[in-house]
């Protein structure tokens, strides 16, 4: 959508026709484009979707039902409008900055107030979306052959440890909960002492362990900061949660590969996926190989 059929489309916003209105375009974002709108000096943000992001698992019905979830909650900015014609919602745009790098994403009390935002999510109520970690990968690398992308070598030999996670977990589960489940350091936002989590295109029910291993491997966490994670969450380390969000680090990265294959297909974008997921299935092999896996996978069975 360019700028001018955007414009075009705000102006059908009940309340809008004859608004004052500037756009312009804001860096980042690997599946949608997105804009910074000022309406008679209220400033927004609208994401135009990327294409064909359904193959991606992207709902955007649940998309909306999360987000408006968070937003009531207080952990992701308000939501002004929907953006008419389209499946997308126009949320209040709010200051703040991204960490500058993984030391600074976990400096006291960051970490913390993340946590803070990811239970009040968890403990909010069952959502309409589903996000099945085990059946994601599978279906991505499905839906990457259908659309004319081999899935690599590796995905073969990570599905098989995949099962034997879920295998691990099945002993003991724990009840799906809502999971925002793509906790990369982008879509969380830092403003003095506040905290917003942005972004839920991904949100859906899962288990509150890949939520948590998501966050650490994508933000680089350390033995200790996992632990100092691990106590905020629950009170309390043990055995047993130690493993889970070890081997959710693994299936995090395992499906955070297994979308850029994906994104080889579907992507219009101008982004190197082949590289990313190479670098993420990579990343996941190596976790497997360095790991006491088998030792995870018995601790993982007891009760979290």
Known sequence: MIVDDLEATLRQVPGWGDASITI?????????????VTVDGRSCVVRIPGERTEVLGINRTHEQEATERAAELGIAPPVVARLPGHTTLITEFVAGSHAINDADFVTPPRLERVVELLK???GSGVIGGQFPIFRIVEWHARDAEANGVTPP???DWLHERSASIEAA???????????????LPANVLFDRERV????FEYAGMNDRFFDLGNLSANSAFDDATDE???AFYFGA????????????KIMSEFREGMWAVVQQAISTLDTDFVTYADERLGRCRMLVEQAPFDEWLAAAAQPA
């Open 237 to 248: 380390s043990s055995s047993s949660r130690w493993a889970r969000l070890q081997l959710m």
């Open 228 to 230: 100092r994670l691990l």
């Open 196 to 199: 917003w989590l942005l972004d």
């Open 120 to 122: 009040a999510f968890h």
């Open 153 to 155: 070598p590796v995905y």
């Open 24 to 36: 312009r375009p804001l860096a980042g974002g690997i599946t949608n484009r997105n804009y910074a």
């Open 169 to 183: 977990f099945g002993v003991s589960p724990m009840p799906p909960v809502p999971c925002h489940n793509d906790l």
